[in-house]
Protein backbone atom coordinates (compact mmCIF):
# COMPACT_ATOMS: atom_id res chain seq x y z
CA UNK A 1 0.00 0.00 0.00
CA UNK A 2 1.25 3.79 -1.16
CA UNK A 3 1.34 5.76 1.71
CA UNK A 4 0.39 8.87 -0.79
CA UNK A 5 -3.14 9.10 -2.65
CA UNK A 6 -2.25 9.16 -6.25
CA UNK A 7 -3.73 12.74 -6.94
CA UNK A 8 -0.54 13.99 -4.71
CA UNK A 9 1.42 13.67 -7.41
CA UNK A 10 -0.67 15.56 -9.75
CA UNK A 11 -0.56 19.10 -7.70
CA UNK A 12 2.49 21.24 -8.51
CA UNK A 13 3.88 24.41 -6.77
CA UNK A 14 4.36 27.93 -6.58
CA UNK A 15 7.73 28.42 -7.39
CA UNK A 16 8.16 31.76 -5.92
CA UNK A 17 8.17 30.10 -2.31
CA UNK A 18 9.89 27.13 -3.52
CA UNK A 19 13.10 29.08 -4.21
CA UNK A 20 12.81 30.54 -0.77
CA UNK A 21 15.52 27.36 0.92
CA UNK A 22 17.72 28.53 -1.82
CA UNK A 23 18.06 32.15 -1.68
CA UNK A 24 18.70 31.37 1.88
CA UNK A 25 21.50 28.80 1.28
CA UNK A 26 23.24 31.22 -0.94
CA UNK A 27 22.82 33.76 2.16
CA UNK A 28 24.42 31.56 4.51
CA UNK A 29 27.70 31.65 2.73
CA UNK A 30 27.58 35.41 3.37
CA UNK A 31 26.25 36.50 -0.10
CA UNK A 32 23.74 39.05 -0.25
CA UNK A 33 20.70 37.96 -2.57
CA UNK A 34 18.88 40.59 -4.54
CA UNK A 35 15.10 39.23 -3.94
CA UNK A 36 13.18 39.68 -7.03
CA UNK A 37 11.10 36.65 -6.87
CA UNK A 38 8.41 37.15 -4.84
CA UNK A 39 5.23 38.79 -6.02
CA UNK A 40 4.99 41.35 -2.53
CA UNK A 41 4.86 44.75 -2.09
CA UNK A 42 7.53 45.93 -0.47
CA UNK A 43 5.15 48.66 1.62
CA UNK A 44 3.99 48.63 5.14
CA UNK A 45 0.07 48.13 5.09
CA UNK A 46 -0.97 51.52 5.61
CA UNK A 47 -1.14 52.58 9.59
CA UNK A 48 -5.39 53.34 9.46
CA UNK A 49 -5.38 49.31 8.39
CA UNK A 50 -3.64 48.32 11.39
CA UNK A 51 -4.76 50.50 13.75
CA UNK A 52 -8.39 49.02 13.16
CA UNK A 53 -7.11 45.50 13.61
CA UNK A 54 -5.16 46.32 16.71
CA UNK A 55 -8.64 47.64 18.12
CA UNK A 56 -9.82 44.46 16.44
CA UNK A 57 -7.92 42.52 18.70
CA UNK A 58 -8.17 44.79 21.85
CA UNK A 59 -12.31 44.16 21.75
CA UNK A 60 -11.73 40.27 21.81
CA UNK A 61 -13.02 40.23 18.38
CA UNK A 62 -11.29 37.05 17.87
CA UNK A 63 -13.84 33.96 17.44
CA UNK A 64 -15.58 32.38 15.22
CA UNK A 65 -17.04 34.22 12.84
CA UNK A 66 -19.88 33.45 9.84
CA UNK A 67 -18.07 31.35 7.41
CA UNK A 68 -18.98 33.32 4.18
CA UNK A 69 -17.28 36.56 6.11
CA UNK A 70 -18.39 38.83 8.42
CA UNK A 71 -21.27 41.07 7.05
CA UNK A 72 -19.84 44.51 7.10
CA UNK A 73 -16.76 43.21 4.93
CA UNK A 74 -19.27 41.39 2.39
CA UNK A 75 -21.22 44.70 1.98
CA UNK A 76 -17.93 46.57 1.49
CA UNK A 77 -16.80 44.36 -0.89
CA UNK A 78 -20.07 43.98 -2.66
CA UNK A 79 -20.47 48.39 -2.80
CA UNK A 80 -16.60 48.69 -3.93
CA UNK A 81 -17.39 45.95 -6.88
CA UNK A 82 -20.92 47.56 -7.83
CA UNK A 83 -19.47 51.13 -7.65
CA UNK A 84 -15.78 50.19 -9.71
CA UNK A 85 -17.48 47.48 -12.43
CA UNK A 86 -21.26 48.76 -13.03
CA UNK A 87 -22.90 46.19 -11.61
CA UNK A 88 -25.32 44.70 -9.20
CA UNK A 89 -23.12 42.88 -6.60
CA UNK A 90 -24.90 42.17 -3.29
CA UNK A 91 -23.44 40.86 -0.54
CA UNK A 92 -25.21 37.59 -0.16
CA UNK A 93 -22.85 36.57 -3.36
CA UNK A 94 -19.74 37.65 -1.44
CA UNK A 95 -17.96 35.06 -0.01
CA UNK A 96 -14.54 36.14 1.47
CA UNK A 97 -11.55 33.36 1.77
CA UNK A 98 -8.27 33.03 3.38
CA UNK A 99 -6.63 35.29 0.00
CA UNK A 100 -7.11 35.84 -3.01
CA UNK A 101 -5.29 31.87 -3.93
CA UNK A 102 -8.19 29.58 -2.55
CA UNK A 103 -10.53 30.31 -5.01
CA UNK A 104 -8.84 28.81 -7.98
CA UNK A 105 -8.35 25.64 -6.29
CA UNK A 106 -11.73 25.63 -4.88
CA UNK A 107 -13.81 26.56 -8.05
CA UNK A 108 -11.89 24.01 -10.28
CA UNK A 109 -13.43 21.31 -7.90
CA UNK A 110 -16.74 22.75 -6.93
CA UNK A 111 -17.26 23.54 -11.27
CA UNK A 112 -15.61 20.72 -12.66
CA UNK A 113 -15.87 17.20 -13.31
CA UNK A 114 -12.75 14.74 -14.43
CA UNK A 115 -12.70 15.53 -18.37
CA UNK A 116 -13.96 18.83 -18.33
CA UNK A 117 -11.76 21.81 -20.06
CA UNK A 118 -10.22 24.53 -18.34
CA UNK A 119 -8.65 27.01 -20.48
CA UNK A 120 -6.34 29.87 -19.32
CA UNK A 121 -3.15 31.89 -19.56
CA UNK A 122 0.20 30.62 -20.47
CA UNK A 123 2.20 32.28 -19.22
CA UNK A 124 -0.07 33.09 -16.18
CA UNK A 125 -0.03 32.37 -11.88
CA UNK A 126 1.15 28.89 -11.80
CA UNK A 127 -1.83 28.00 -9.70
CA UNK A 128 -3.90 27.71 -12.58
CA UNK A 129 -2.51 25.31 -14.05
CA UNK A 130 -1.51 23.62 -10.99
CA UNK A 131 -4.87 22.21 -9.87
CA UNK A 132 -6.01 21.23 -13.20
CA UNK A 133 -4.93 17.92 -13.55
CA UNK A 134 -5.22 17.29 -9.05
CA UNK A 135 -9.01 17.60 -10.25
CA UNK A 136 -8.89 15.43 -13.08
CA UNK A 137 -9.61 18.18 -15.64
CA UNK A 138 -7.84 18.91 -18.56
CA UNK A 139 -5.75 21.76 -19.19
CA UNK A 140 -6.16 23.79 -22.23
CA UNK A 141 -3.17 26.60 -22.41
CA UNK A 142 -3.92 29.98 -24.14
CA UNK A 143 -0.38 30.56 -25.45
CA UNK A 144 0.49 34.36 -24.70
CA UNK A 145 2.52 35.78 -27.36
CA UNK A 146 5.42 38.44 -27.27
CA UNK A 147 4.99 39.83 -30.71
CA UNK A 148 1.17 40.41 -29.26
CA UNK A 149 2.02 42.24 -26.09
CA UNK A 150 1.02 38.93 -24.41
CA UNK A 151 -2.38 40.38 -24.70
CA UNK A 152 -5.49 38.00 -26.56
CA UNK A 153 -8.76 38.83 -28.27
CA UNK A 154 -12.38 36.22 -28.77
CA UNK A 155 -10.10 35.27 -31.98
CA UNK A 156 -7.19 33.80 -30.02
CA UNK A 157 -9.85 32.03 -27.46
CA UNK A 158 -12.41 30.74 -29.81
CA UNK A 159 -10.04 27.95 -31.12
CA UNK A 160 -9.73 26.46 -27.99
CA UNK A 161 -13.82 26.60 -26.83
CA UNK A 162 -15.04 23.40 -27.24
CA UNK A 163 -18.23 20.85 -25.74
CA UNK A 164 -16.62 20.08 -22.88
CA UNK A 165 -15.30 23.91 -21.86
CA UNK A 166 -16.37 24.56 -18.55
CA UNK A 167 -13.79 27.11 -17.03
CA UNK A 168 -12.11 30.11 -18.61
CA UNK A 169 -9.47 32.05 -16.51
CA UNK A 170 -8.81 35.32 -17.05
CA UNK A 171 -6.18 37.64 -15.35
CA UNK A 172 -5.71 40.95 -15.73
CA UNK A 173 -4.01 43.37 -14.87
CA UNK A 174 -1.67 39.74 -15.31
CA UNK A 175 0.74 38.01 -13.46
CA UNK A 176 3.49 38.00 -14.91
CA UNK A 177 3.55 39.57 -17.85
CA UNK A 178 1.70 42.97 -16.56
CA UNK A 179 -1.33 42.82 -19.44
CA UNK A 180 -3.84 45.24 -18.77
CA UNK A 181 -7.00 44.90 -20.99
CA UNK A 182 -9.22 47.56 -22.39
CA UNK A 183 -13.11 48.19 -22.44
CA UNK A 184 -13.04 46.84 -25.77
CA UNK A 185 -10.95 43.50 -25.94
CA UNK A 186 -13.15 42.43 -23.48
CA UNK A 187 -16.29 43.33 -24.97
CA UNK A 188 -14.82 40.94 -27.80
CA UNK A 189 -13.85 38.11 -25.60
CA UNK A 190 -17.43 38.17 -23.68
CA UNK A 191 -18.77 38.48 -27.16
CA UNK A 192 -17.30 34.67 -28.23
CA UNK A 193 -17.81 33.24 -24.62
CA UNK A 194 -21.63 33.97 -25.14
CA UNK A 195 -22.07 32.55 -28.33
CA UNK A 196 -19.64 29.85 -28.28
CA UNK A 197 -19.55 28.51 -24.84
CA UNK A 198 -22.76 25.74 -22.77
CA UNK A 199 -25.20 28.61 -20.30
CA UNK A 200 -23.17 26.57 -17.66
CA UNK A 201 -19.81 27.89 -18.51
CA UNK A 202 -17.99 30.00 -15.57
CA UNK A 203 -15.11 32.82 -16.15
CA UNK A 204 -12.87 33.07 -13.34
CA UNK A 205 -11.36 36.94 -13.35
CA UNK A 206 -8.70 37.10 -11.31
CA UNK A 207 -8.55 40.85 -10.65
CA UNK A 208 -6.10 41.47 -7.36
CA UNK A 209 -4.00 42.98 -9.02
CA UNK A 210 -6.96 45.70 -9.78
CA UNK A 211 -5.02 48.94 -8.36
CA UNK A 212 -2.03 48.96 -9.59
CA UNK A 213 -2.00 50.05 -13.06
CA UNK A 214 0.25 52.52 -14.95
CA UNK A 215 0.16 55.31 -17.65
CA UNK A 216 -3.34 56.25 -18.35
CA UNK A 217 -4.40 52.60 -18.65
CA UNK A 218 -7.73 52.08 -16.47
CA UNK A 219 -8.43 48.34 -15.01
CA UNK A 220 -11.76 47.01 -16.30
CA UNK A 221 -13.35 43.73 -15.68
CA UNK A 222 -15.41 41.16 -18.08
CA UNK A 223 -18.09 41.15 -15.33
CA UNK A 224 -19.01 44.72 -16.61
CA UNK A 225 -19.88 43.60 -20.37
CA UNK A 226 -23.68 42.87 -20.54
CA UNK A 227 -24.43 39.36 -20.07
CA UNK A 228 -21.19 38.54 -18.14
CA UNK A 229 -22.47 39.05 -14.67
CA UNK A 230 -24.06 35.70 -14.41
CA UNK A 231 -21.52 33.62 -15.43
CA UNK A 232 -18.34 35.39 -14.27
CA UNK A 233 -16.72 35.07 -10.56
CA UNK A 234 -15.01 38.14 -9.73
CA UNK A 235 -12.14 37.59 -7.87
CA UNK A 236 -9.64 40.19 -5.73
CA UNK A 237 -8.44 41.04 -1.96
CA UNK A 238 -6.66 43.26 0.37
CA UNK A 239 -2.50 41.15 -0.73
CA UNK A 240 -1.80 43.46 -3.22
CA UNK A 241 -4.04 47.14 -3.29
CA UNK A 242 -3.03 47.22 0.72
CA UNK A 243 0.29 45.64 0.51
CA UNK A 244 -0.98 43.16 2.95
CA UNK A 245 -0.17 39.43 1.73
CA UNK A 246 0.25 38.01 5.12
CA UNK A 247 -3.49 39.06 5.85
CA UNK A 248 -4.59 36.28 3.67
CA UNK A 249 -8.18 38.11 3.01
CA UNK A 250 -9.44 37.16 -0.19
CA UNK A 251 -13.31 37.67 -1.87
CA UNK A 252 -14.96 36.19 -4.85
CA UNK A 253 -18.51 37.56 -5.82
CA UNK A 254 -20.37 34.81 -7.22
CA UNK A 255 -23.43 34.59 -10.15
CA UNK A 256 -26.26 33.60 -7.85
CA UNK A 257 -26.75 33.36 -3.93
CA UNK A 258 -26.66 29.51 -4.53
CA UNK A 259 -23.86 29.20 -5.82
CA UNK A 260 -22.18 31.86 -2.49
CA UNK A 261 -23.88 29.24 -0.60
CA UNK A 262 -21.80 26.48 -1.72
CA UNK A 263 -18.17 27.83 -1.48
CA UNK A 264 -19.71 29.37 2.38
CA UNK A 265 -20.14 25.31 3.14
CA UNK A 266 -16.41 24.39 1.74
CA UNK A 267 -15.04 27.24 3.82
CA UNK A 268 -16.72 25.48 6.60
CA UNK A 269 -14.53 22.15 5.57
CA UNK A 270 -11.44 23.56 4.95
CA UNK A 271 -11.08 26.71 7.15
CA UNK A 272 -14.40 27.14 9.40
CA UNK A 273 -13.69 30.55 9.38
CA UNK A 274 -11.17 33.55 8.35
CA UNK A 275 -10.04 35.86 11.11
CA UNK A 276 -12.67 38.36 12.17
CA UNK A 277 -10.48 41.20 12.77
CA UNK A 278 -8.26 40.79 9.66
CA UNK A 279 -11.52 40.96 8.40
CA UNK A 280 -12.58 44.30 9.66
CA UNK A 281 -9.14 45.59 8.99
CA UNK A 282 -10.19 44.51 4.99
CA UNK A 283 -13.09 46.59 5.50
CA UNK A 284 -12.21 49.46 6.75
CA UNK A 285 -9.46 49.69 3.80
CA UNK A 286 -12.14 49.07 1.34
CA UNK A 287 -14.08 51.86 3.05
CA UNK A 288 -11.91 54.61 4.32
CA UNK A 289 -10.94 57.62 2.00
CA UNK A 290 -7.64 57.55 2.82
CA UNK A 291 -6.96 54.22 1.11
CA UNK A 292 -6.89 55.52 -2.58
CA UNK A 293 -4.08 58.14 -0.90
CA UNK A 294 -2.03 54.98 0.23
CA UNK A 295 -2.57 52.97 -3.07
CA UNK A 296 -1.76 55.90 -5.32
CA UNK A 297 1.64 56.60 -3.08
CA UNK A 298 2.51 52.91 -4.02
CA UNK A 299 1.94 52.36 -7.74
CA UNK A 300 3.95 55.81 -8.14
CA UNK A 301 6.73 54.17 -6.88
CA UNK A 302 6.35 51.11 -8.31
CA UNK A 303 6.09 53.15 -12.12
CA UNK A 304 9.07 54.62 -10.83
CA UNK A 305 10.87 51.64 -10.68
CA UNK A 306 9.53 50.14 -13.77
CA UNK A 307 11.30 52.72 -15.51
CA UNK A 308 14.74 51.88 -13.58
CA UNK A 309 13.73 48.30 -14.49
CA UNK A 310 12.33 48.14 -18.21
CA UNK A 311 15.16 50.29 -19.28
CA UNK A 312 18.08 48.89 -17.31
CA UNK A 313 16.89 45.55 -19.05
CA UNK A 314 17.07 46.62 -22.57
CA UNK A 315 20.47 48.86 -22.02
CA UNK A 316 22.01 44.70 -21.59
CA UNK A 317 22.77 43.07 -24.66
CA UNK A 318 20.74 39.81 -25.47
CA UNK A 319 17.67 40.87 -23.43
CA UNK A 320 14.40 42.62 -24.66
CA UNK A 321 11.63 43.91 -22.20
CA UNK A 322 8.12 44.95 -22.76
CA UNK A 323 7.25 48.01 -20.65
CA UNK A 324 3.73 46.27 -18.03
CA UNK A 325 0.98 47.86 -18.21
CA UNK A 326 0.15 46.72 -14.14
CA UNK A 327 1.04 44.82 -11.72
CA UNK A 328 4.89 45.30 -10.76
CA UNK A 329 6.26 42.59 -12.58
CA UNK A 330 9.04 42.78 -15.78
CA UNK A 331 9.04 39.81 -18.09
CA UNK A 332 12.17 40.10 -20.36
CA UNK A 333 12.58 37.72 -23.48
CA UNK A 334 16.11 36.36 -22.98
CA UNK A 335 16.43 34.12 -25.63
CA UNK A 336 19.58 35.98 -26.54
CA UNK A 337 21.04 35.82 -23.89
CA UNK A 338 20.61 31.91 -23.66
CA UNK A 339 22.44 31.63 -27.01
CA UNK A 340 25.37 33.89 -25.58
CA UNK A 341 26.13 31.95 -23.03
CA UNK A 342 26.18 28.68 -24.42
CA UNK A 343 22.93 27.71 -22.24
CA UNK A 344 20.51 26.03 -25.08
CA UNK A 345 23.76 23.85 -25.72
CA UNK A 346 24.14 22.90 -22.39
CA UNK A 347 20.95 22.21 -21.64
CA UNK A 348 20.50 19.64 -25.06
CA UNK A 349 23.58 17.69 -23.67
CA UNK A 350 21.95 17.18 -20.41
CA UNK A 351 20.10 13.21 -19.80
CA UNK A 352 17.02 13.44 -20.04
CA UNK A 353 15.40 12.43 -16.59
CA UNK A 354 17.51 16.09 -15.69
CA UNK A 355 16.40 17.44 -19.01
CA UNK A 356 12.47 16.81 -18.04
CA UNK A 357 12.94 18.89 -14.47
CA UNK A 358 14.20 22.29 -16.21
CA UNK A 359 14.93 24.04 -18.72
CA UNK A 360 16.96 26.64 -20.56
CA UNK A 361 15.54 30.07 -18.69
CA UNK A 362 15.86 27.73 -15.80
CA UNK A 363 19.80 27.61 -16.10
CA UNK A 364 20.03 30.96 -16.14
CA UNK A 365 17.81 31.77 -13.41
CA UNK A 366 19.98 29.20 -11.39
CA UNK A 367 22.78 31.04 -12.34
CA UNK A 368 21.65 34.39 -11.90
CA UNK A 369 20.97 32.86 -7.95
CA UNK A 370 24.28 31.00 -7.24
CA UNK A 371 26.84 32.97 -9.26
CA UNK A 372 25.79 36.65 -9.40
CA UNK A 373 23.01 36.46 -6.33
CA UNK A 374 19.75 37.68 -8.11
CA UNK A 375 16.87 35.76 -7.51
CA UNK A 376 14.18 36.02 -10.22
CA UNK A 377 11.72 33.40 -11.68
CA UNK A 378 11.80 31.17 -14.84
CA UNK A 379 9.21 31.04 -17.69
CA UNK A 380 8.02 27.51 -16.84
CA UNK A 381 7.15 28.51 -13.30
CA UNK A 382 4.11 30.20 -14.92
CA UNK A 383 2.84 27.29 -16.92
CA UNK A 384 4.81 24.02 -17.73
CA UNK A 385 2.44 22.79 -20.59
CA UNK A 386 3.89 24.00 -24.53
CA UNK A 387 6.50 26.73 -22.74
CA UNK A 388 9.45 24.63 -23.75
CA UNK A 389 10.32 27.11 -26.51
CA UNK A 390 9.79 30.10 -24.68
CA UNK A 391 12.43 31.71 -23.26
CA UNK A 392 11.78 34.24 -20.76
CA UNK A 393 12.40 35.59 -16.77
CA UNK A 394 10.13 37.16 -14.15
CA UNK A 395 11.47 40.04 -11.93
CA UNK A 396 9.32 41.61 -8.93
CA UNK A 397 10.34 45.14 -8.60
CA UNK A 398 8.90 44.83 -5.70
CA UNK A 399 11.43 45.92 -3.41
CA UNK A 400 13.83 49.01 -2.97
CA UNK A 401 15.27 50.88 -6.01
CA UNK A 402 18.89 50.75 -5.08
CA UNK A 403 18.57 47.03 -4.50
CA UNK A 404 17.04 46.75 -8.43
CA UNK A 405 19.63 48.89 -9.65
CA UNK A 406 22.43 46.80 -8.11
CA UNK A 407 20.29 43.55 -9.37
CA UNK A 408 20.93 44.92 -12.73
CA UNK A 409 24.24 45.49 -12.56
CA UNK A 410 24.34 42.20 -11.73
CA UNK A 411 22.56 40.64 -14.26
CA UNK A 412 24.45 43.05 -16.59
CA UNK A 413 27.70 41.06 -15.59
CA UNK A 414 25.61 37.79 -15.55
CA UNK A 415 24.91 38.30 -19.70
CA UNK A 416 27.86 38.50 -20.64
CA UNK A 417 30.04 35.73 -18.03
CA UNK A 418 30.07 32.98 -20.57
CA UNK A 419 33.13 31.20 -18.74
CA UNK A 420 31.65 31.70 -15.41
CA UNK A 421 28.26 29.82 -16.90
CA UNK A 422 30.66 27.14 -17.97
CA UNK A 423 32.23 26.03 -14.78
CA UNK A 424 28.57 26.65 -13.23
CA UNK A 425 27.06 24.10 -15.54
CA UNK A 426 29.64 21.25 -15.44
CA UNK A 427 29.72 21.56 -11.72
CA UNK A 428 25.86 19.70 -12.14
CA UNK A 429 24.73 21.23 -9.02
CA UNK A 430 21.78 23.07 -8.37
CA UNK A 431 20.27 22.95 -12.26
CA UNK A 432 16.95 22.93 -11.30
Known amino acids: MDLFAKRVGLIDTENAFKIGPLIRAVEEQGKEVIKCNLGEPDFPVPEFIKEEVKGQLDRDNTHYCDPQGIPSLRAAVAKQLAETRGIRATPDRVVVFPGAKPPIGLCQQTYCDPGDEIIYPSPGFPIYESFINYVGARPV???LSEERNFSFSGVDIGPLITQKT??????FPSNPTGGVASAEQLRDLADVIQRR???DIRVFSDEVY???????NEHHSISSCPGMEEITILVSGASKS???TGGRIGWALFPTVEEAEVFRNLNINYFSCIPPYNQEGARIALESPLSQDAIRKMVTIFQE???IVVDGLNAIEGILCQKPKGAFYAFPNISEVCGNLGIFDAFRSLPPNIRGKTSPSTLFQMFLLFEHQVATMDRKSFGRIGAENFHYLRLSFATDTESLREGLRRISRACGDREGFRR?????????
Open 305 to 307: RRE
Open 197 to 199: CSP
Open 424 to 432: FFHRGERLY
Open 242 to 244: FSW
Open 210 to 216: EQIIFDD
Open 166 to 171: KMIILN
Open 141 to 143: PLH
